[in-house]
């Protein structure tokens, strides 16, 4: 009985781990224990020129497989993140600290908009 229960409680406790290593999954979390919503693919708050570029990436994905488009984005995708990553990642937490969720959903689903194009393109360089 006692080695189930550690065995279970082992299992969370990685859990808790793993969600609050990362910074998009530790905001995530942190929005969901304030009682916020986080923003849908659907919510349009984003800015023009952010989901512009967002795009601009889908649609370079989506091109023929070519092991050049891919390192391509891949560059583009891993540079943009390594600039606003370390600050959306200090402004999210600040955010939070002033209780003004709705800014930090707003820079989380930015991330989120990333952190989506690296699992496309994961996949994509998986099935090349």
């Known amino acids: 009985e006692e080695q189930r229960y550690s065995q279970q409680h082992s299992s969370l406790l990685n859990k808790a781990y793993q969600t609050l290593l990362h ?3 530790r905001g995530l979390y942190l929005l969901e224990v304030s009682g916020v919503e986080p ?3 659907t919510d349009c708050d984003a800015d023009s020129e952010f989901l512009t570029e967002i795009m601009e990436i889908n649609e370079k994905l989506a091109e023929p ?13 891993k540079g943009r993140l390594l600039k606003i990553q370390p600050s ?4 999210v937490m600040l ?10 959903k707003k820079l989380l689903a930015k991330m989120k908009y990333f952190a989506n ?7 994509k360089k998986i099935s090349y």
């Open 95 to 104: 955010y939070f600290v002033a209780d003004d969720l709705q800014e930090a």
């Open 88 to 91: 959306l990642c200090k402004l």
């Open 39 to 41: 923003a849908q693919e």
């Open 117 to 123: 194009l690296e699992d496309k393109l994961k996949n």
């Open 23 to 25: 910074p998009l999954s």
């Open 65 to 77: 497989k070519n092991e050049a488009i891919l390192e391509e984005i891949e560059t583009l995708i």
